[in-house]
């Protein structure tokens, strides 16, 4: 199982972000979690296949319709302790 915990920068807040990577998370059978961050980014931790978790970051530099993505930042993670994708709580 691929893990890593993602920063996304930009214009990632009010757009709709966070339910469509839920989405897409779960369309590609990815786990973990997404949440806002006071900064104004946007954080998840993402887990699965390394090909899935790969589409789906792939993904993420796009994101929905209004957002701007101007940076992601990858890091190597453990995988989460539940099943599924879920938005968590802004941090």
């Keep these: 199982m691929d893990a890593k915990r993602v920063r996304i920068r930009g214009r990632v807040h009010g757009v709709g972000y966070r339910d469509w990577m839920v989405a897409e998370a779960n369309r590609l059978g990815v786990q973990g979690w997404v ?3 006071a ?3 946007v ?8 090909a899935a978790v790969a589409a789906l970051l792939t993904a993420c530099r796009a ?9 992601i930042a990858e890091e190597f993670a453990e995988p ?6 879920r938005r968590e709580a802004t941090e």
């Design 39 to 41: 900064d104004g980014s």
């Design 43 to 50: 954080e998840a931790l993402v887990a699965g296949d390394a």
């Design 35 to 37: 949440r806002n961050r």
């Design 80 to 85: 989460p302790a539940t099943p599924g994708f």
């Design 63 to 71: 994101g929905p319709r209004l957002a701007r993505v101007d940076e």
